[in-house]
């Protein structure tokens, strides 16, 4: 059977590992990013560049995007040189950006208009599940869409889930940051007492990250904040975005997020004090401050 042709926008922290695996099961993906110096060991790896994502998207069956806010979606799809001036009928576009569920809904309709088919995925598991292949990955969309690229998605994915219909993974990935953003703060209290208290945190981590307090984040951040490693797997300017979508949401469906908040209001605090390129586990900075 013939591989569908890809074309992925976006090959930074995540996008770059996700490219690697559709690489090594000899797929032929098209790459685009701002810099082409930044997609250098993509081409080498066998990678095609494109100038722009229009270029890209030029005559190819699966068209992935994953940029960094909303407005950068907006631009690779509606822009002057975006997606949708080259992307041909019957192709399908695949949004992994965590980004506002009515900018889906929007992309959805513009896509069906030009006999394209649209999904937003956006995805968990940061830098360690991309890399690993072991991404959580929400689905919103048209069913049969979804089912027509699965196992494009299986490449990279081990958690896939169809949530329903254009706009349903967007929402999905927001339940998901909502979790995330207070149990951060459950970690880095956590450490912040133990270490204050005299514990070896090691110990500390065996005792409580297999019991009812264990968490994605306490088993695979909470090791790099002791070791002070900050770099990102996923940008807290990026988690703040996150955030913020999911408080718009909640205000529109008249729900009060308190806790969501809180979070939102300690990483603008670390973003303020220059910590926004730095990874979400460096909330442990709020603590020493």
């Known amino acids: ?38 997609a250098k060991s993509l081409i080498d790896l066998g990678a095609k560049w494109a100038s722009t994502p229009a270029e890209a998207a030029e005559n190819k069956d699966v068209i992935f995007t994953m940029v960094g806010f909303p407005s950068d979606v907006e631009e690779v799809y509606c822009g002057e040189y975006g997606i949708f001036k080259t992307a041909k009928e019957g192709s399908i576009v695949i949004d992994m950006t965590t980004s506002e569920p009515s900018l889906a809904k929007k992309l ?20 360690v599940g991309a890399k690993n292949g072991t991404l959580s990955i929400m689905v919103g969309g048209d069913e049969a869409a979804f089912e027509s690229v699965k196992s494009i998605l299986e490449v990279f994915g081990s958690n896939i889930v169809y949530q329903g219909e254009a706009g349903a ?18 970690v880095c209290e956590s450490i912040s007492y133990g270490i204050k208290a ?27 904040m002791v070791k002070g490693d900050l770099e990102p797997g996923f940008y807290i300017k990026h988690f703040i975005k996150d955030m913020k979508i ?13 806790g969501l908040k809180l979070s939102k209001q300690l990483y603008n605090t670390l973003s303020e004090k220059g910590y926004g390129e730095k990874g979400t586990q460096a909330l442990i900075k709020y603590y020493e401050l």
Request: with cysteine.
């Open 1 to 38: 059977m013939v591989k569908k042709e890809i074309a992925f926008i976006g090959t930074g922290v995540m996008g770059s590992s996700i490219v690697r695996h559709l690489l090594n099961e000899n797929y032929n993906v098209t790459v685009y990013t701002r810099t082409m110096e930044k």
């Open 108 to 127: 959805y309709k513009l896509a069906k208009e030009k006999g394209i088919q649209s999904i937003d995925a956006p995805v968990s598991g940061g830098d």
């Open 169 to 186: 993974g967007q929402h999905t990935k927001a339940c998901n940051q909502i979790v995330i953003a207070t149990n951060m703060i459950g």
């Open 198 to 224: 005299g514990l070896d945190i090691e110990k500390v981590f065996q005792s409580i990250s297999t019991g009812a307090a264990g968490s994605w984040s306490l088993s695979n951040l909470g090791p790099r």
């Open 246 to 258: 999911a408080i718009d949401e909640s205000e529109q469906m008249n729900l009060d997020l308190p």
